[in-house]
């Protein structure tokens, strides 16, 4: 009788052990390391040291091309910070957290499988990049122009995920 009973919690515990080993190796791929790395590189950048669409771009074309996105957002955020500083770090806290959320509440349509991404989040990603922007330049008066630089950032934002959404399925390919 005791005899089944470990026998029973080592086959848990192998099981256990077993999708840990599974969870490191995916996220220890060549392919997926490359990405974060490249991640971290883009997220660095911002166009006029005001608008840093990449961070958040390129984690959204992990998530839309079934690629792990945990060490995607991290390095996300952690170049976000590095380069762009704490109000762009905040923002786009802010915007992955809404983004997300989206996603979750909302869920995303899954594409054919010939086109480029497997979840078509792109719509959730303009409307939280707006939403971000547009609520964060709001003080007192709104003026036309800072309608015009959300539009403008969601804008940018859902272009380079639509550009990274392409690289990033290349890789999904290649591991096929």
Do not use: W
């Not at 009788?1 to 919690?9: A, G, H, K, P, S």
């Not at 762009?88 to 915007?95: D, E, G, I, Q």
């Amino acid at each position: 009788m005791f005899q089944n009973i470990t026998e029973n919690v080592e086959e848990r515990e192998s099981i256990k052990t077993s999708k840990v080993h599974l969870i490191v190796k995916e996220f220890l791929k060549v392919q997926n390391v490359m990405l974060m790395v490249l991640t971290f590189l883009v997220s660095m950048l911002s166009i006029e040291e005001e608008i840093a669409p990449f961070g958040l771009a390129m984690v959204a074309a992990t998530l839309s091309s079934g690629v792990p996105v945990f060490g995607v957002l991290l390095c996300a955020m952690i170049g976000t910070l590095v380069g762009n500083g704490m109000s762009s770090f905040l923002n786009f806290v802010l915007s992955s957290i809404v983004y997300f959320a989206l996603v979750l509440v909302f869920k995303p349509k899954v594409a054919v499988e010939e086109r480029n991404e497997l979840l078509k989040t792109g719509k959730r990603l303009f409307f939280a990049c707006f939403l971000v922007s547009f609520f964060q330049n709001i003080r007192g008066i709104v003026l036309t122009y800072d309608v015009f630089m959300a539009l403008v950032a969601s804008a940018l934002t859902y272009v380079f995920y639509k550009i990274f959404v392409n690289r990033t399925s290349c890789y999904k390919r290649l591991e096929n």
